[in-house]
C-alpha cells in the first residue's frame, strides 16, 4: 500500500516530510485495522447479547429491543462497524457503561491524569537509573559493580511488578505492614489539589513501576555501549587524544543511546494507555485500575474503551518513535 | 556449543532449576501425596478463620490456605505445571510457525515477501496485550464467543501469547533466510533439482537452529510472566486450576495475608530468574565473540 502512496506524496518536497506523511498514513490504516479487530471483539464475537446486557436485569422484552434499535444491533454488521467507527472518530464516543450508565468517553477524560502522572514519574526515573547504571557497568565489564548491577537487572526484570508491590505493601503500608511507613492504597490525590499527598502516594508506585524498565534499560545501554566502544571511531576519537570522559559521553554514549530512545517511546505509549498492574494493586483512579474493575464485572464497554485507548497511544507512539529516528539517525533509509 | 555452556558455572545451576521445575511439574501429583498436602481443588471450609477469611501456615497446611480453605503449597506445586505448559506450549507455536512464515517470505521474496512482511508490521505495531485482555474478558461472558468454541482459559491463554512472539521470530529467520539462500550450498542443492520446500526444510532450518534457541530462550520467560499477568488480571487461567498469575490475583484483594501471595510469587520469581539465566548462558555460547 505504501508503493501506490508514493507518486502523489512524491510533491510534498524533501524525503524526510515524505516519510512522516508515509508513516502517517500508515498509522490511520493501523488505527482502522485495530478498531475492526476490537470491533469483532466486542460486538461479532460474544455470545451474551449486548442488547440484554446493556438493558440491565429486570428489563422486559420491549426494553431490550428498543435498546436493540437504539444501539444500532439489529442492523447487519457491516453498518454496525460504521456506525461504531463514526461514533468514535466523530463523537468520541466509546458507549456507556454497563454498571452505571457512565459515558466511557468521560471515564476515560477523567481518569487519564492518574495514568499520566504514574507514567512519566517512573519514566523520569527508570531513564536516568537506567541508563546511568548501564554507562557504569560498561566502563568497568566484569568488575564488583558491574557484576551487581547485572545481577540486581536480571533480578528486576524477572520480578513480576504486582508482586513486588505487593511485597512492599505488605513491608511498609501504613494499615498492615510490618513498618507503618507509606500512605494506603487508593490514597492518591490529583496534583492540583493537593501536591504533597500527590506525591506522597505516588513515590513507591514509580518506583516499583519503573524497576523493571530500569532493569531492561540498563541491560540494553551495556550490551549498546561495549559494542560501540569496540568500535573504530571510539578508537579514532582516543588517538585523537580526548579525554576518557569527553571519548564516553560525546561520541560511545550518544551512538550508543538510539535504541534506547525507541525503547523508552515505545514503553511510556504502552503505560499512557494504562498501567493495568501497578495501578490495580496500589489502586491509582487511573485508565489500568478503570480497565482492571471494567474487566472483574465484565463490563464490555469500558473494556472496549480502554482497549481502544490503549491501543491509540501505542500506534501514536510506534509512529513518533520512527519519526524522531529518522530525524535523530542519518542512516536510516527514509525509502 | 555444549561444551561452552558447561564452562559456564551459572548457567549449569540455572539449568539444573529449570530441569528441577519440570519434574516438579509433571511429578505434581506424588510430590503432594508425598508431603501429605491436601489436593490443590480441596476447599476445607474448616481452615478458613470464623470471619472466612485465609489463614496463616499451619501443620496441615505448612504455607497457609486460600480464601476458599485451599492449600497454598500444594497449589503452588500444581501452578508450575500451568506456568510451564503454557510458556513452552506457546513458545513452541510461536517458534514453529514463525519460522514457517519467515522462511516462506525468505526463500521465496517477491510478492510474497511483501504481503507476509506487511502482515509482520501490522502484528508487530499492534497492541496485542491489550486486544487479548479485551478478547478473553469479551468471551467470559455467556457461552463464550463462537457459539462456545473460544471460552476463557488455557487455549486461549496460550494462543494469545503464541500471536503475540511469533511475529519477532519470523521476522528475524526472514533476515537469515535472505542472507542463507545466497550461499553456495542452497545453489548446490538448486543446481540438483531439489524441490523448493526439500531446501528450506532440509537445508534452510538446520542452519538456523542457532538464532531460534537463542530466541526462544528469551521467549521462554517473558511468556511465563505473561500467562501470570493474563491469570493476575483474571482473564488468564481460570479457577479451580491453579496458576501462579491467578493466586496473587487472588492474593491482591487480601494484601494483608502475606502468605498468600508470597509463595505463588516466589515460585514465579525463581522461574523466570532461573530461565532469564539460562537463556543468558546459552546466547553467549552461541555466540563467543560477545564480550561480556
Known sequence: ?335 | MWARLKRDRVAVVSLWVVVGLIAIAILAPLIVKLFGLPAPDFQNSNAVDEFGQPTGPTGANPLGVDQLGRDVASRVIYGARISLSVALLSTALSVVFGTLVGVIAGYFRGWVDAIVSRMLDVLLAFPILMLGIGLASACSIGNGCLGGLITPGVPVVVLIIAIAGFPYIARIVRGQVLSLREKEFVLAAQSIGASPWRIMLRHLVPNLVAPIIVYSTVLVPQNILFEAALSFLGVGVQDPTSSWGQMLGDASKNPDQWWFMLFPGLALLTTVLAFNLLGDGLQDALNPRKRR
Not at chain 1, 543511546?257 to 494504562?274: M, N, R, W, Y
Not at chain 1, 471494567?294 to 500506534?315: E, H, K
Open chain 1, 1 to 335: 500500500m505504501t508503493r501506490s502512496l508514493a507518486s502523489p506524496l512524491r510533491a510534498l518536497g524533501s524525503p524526510t516530510s515524505r516519510y512522516i506523511a508515509r508513516r502517517l498514513v500508515w498509522m490511520v490504516f493501523l488505527l482502522l485495522v485495530v478498531s475492526l479487530v476490537a470491533f469483532l471483539i466486542f460486538y461479532a464475537l460474544p455470545s451474551g447479547d449486548p442488547a440484554a446486557q446493556r438493558a440491565g436485569k429486570g428489563a422486559d422484552e420491549a426494553q431490550i429491543e428498543r435498546v436493540r434499535h437504539m444501539l444500532y444491533l439489529d442492523r447487519p454488521l457491516y453498518e454496525q462497524y460504521f456506525h461504531y467507527i463514526k461514533q468514535v472518530v466523530l463523537h468520541f464516543d466509546f458507549g456507556f457503561s454497563y454498571s452505571n450508565n457512565a459515558d466511557v468517553a468521560d471515564q476515560l477524560t477523567s481518569r487519564l491524569p492518574a495514568t499520566i502522572s504514574l507514567a512519566l514519574g517512573a519514566a523520569v526515573i527508570w531513564l536516568v537509573v537506567g541508563v546511568a547504571i548501564g554507562i557504569l557497568s560498561a566502563l568497568r565489564p566484569r568488575s564488583l559493580f558491574d557484576r551487581i548491577a547485572m545481577g540486581g537487572a536480571l533480578l528486576g526484570i524477572s520480578a513480576p511488578v504486582y508482586w513486588l508491590a505487593l511485597v512492599v505493601l505488605a513491608l511498609l503500608s501504613q494499615s498492615y505492614g510490618v513498618i507503618h511507613l507509606i500512605p494506603n492504597t487508593g490514597s492518591y490525590k490529583p496534583l492540583t489539589q493537593d501536591p504533597g499527598a500527590w506525591f506522597t502516594s505516588l513515590l513507591v508506585p514509580w518506583i516499583i513501576l519503573s524497576l523493571s524498565f530500569a532493569a531492561i534499560y540498563a541491560r540494553l545501554m551495556r550490551a549498546n555501549l561495549l559494542e560501540t566502544l569496540d568500535q573504530d571511531f571510539v578508537r579514532t576519537a582516543e588517538a585523537k587524544g580526548l579525554s576518557r570522559r569527553r571519548v564516553v559521553m560525546r561520541h560511545a554514549v550518544r551512538a550508543a543511546i538510539t535504541p534506547i530512545v525507541t525503547a523508552f517511546g515505545l514503553d511510556l505509549g504502552i503505560l499512557l494507555g494504562g498501567a493495568v498492574l501497578t495501578e490495580s494493586v496500589f489502586n491509582i483512579p487511573g485508565i489500568g485500575r478503570l480497565s482492571y474493575d471494567a474487566i472483574q464485572d465484565s463490563n464490555l464497554p469500558v473494556i472496549q474503551g480502554t482497549v481502544l485507548f490503549a491501543a491509540f497511544f501505542i500506534i501514536i507512539a510506534n509512529i513518533l518513535v520512527d519519526i524522531v529516528y529518522a530525524v535523530i539517525d542519518p542512516r536510516v533509509r527514509l525509502a
